[in-house]
């Protein structure tokens, strides 16, 4: 059983900064992956960031050099740095722990967040 608990969501301008913060009820970083995904207005769901227990990441084409995943493993805490926002960024975004090789495949990721709103403006 993990609880996940997104923070840091806001209101900003294209090209301001955004952290948002994953807080998890226990250990999740053992054998497996954790993410962030988001769900743009009346589109689908779609991943932004991953990183698993060997530390490999993997970021989607659309965010790459913009956002950084990290995390506090000790503290049980996943991050994501958003730098560079743009309109197209707006999203409700989620992170989300998984299998070890979950990777991009949403049917792996077991435990997800209820989401925090980003919103960018132009």
């Known amino acids: 059983q993990v609880q996940l608990a997104e923070s840091g969501g806001g209101s900003v301008e294209a090209g301001g900064s955004l952290r948002l913060s994953c807080a998890a009820s226990r250990l999740i970083f053992a054998n497996s992956s954790v993410a962030w995904f988001r769900q743009p207005p009346g589109k689908e769901r779609e991943g932004v960031a991953t990183i698993n227990s060997v530390r490999s990441t993997y970021y989607a084409d659309s965010v790459k050099g913009r956002f950084t995943i990290s995390s506090d493993n000790a503290k049980n805490i996943l991050y994501l740095q958003m730098d560079g926002l743009q309109p197209e960024d707006t999203a409700m975004y989620y992170c989300?722990?998984?299998?070890?090789?979950?990777?991009?495949?949403?049917?792996?990721?077991?435990?997800w967040g209820q989401g925090t709103q980003v919103t960018v403006s132009s």
């Open positions: 989300a722990a998984g299998r070890y090789g979950a990777t991009w495949h949403q049917p792996l990721y077991y435990y």
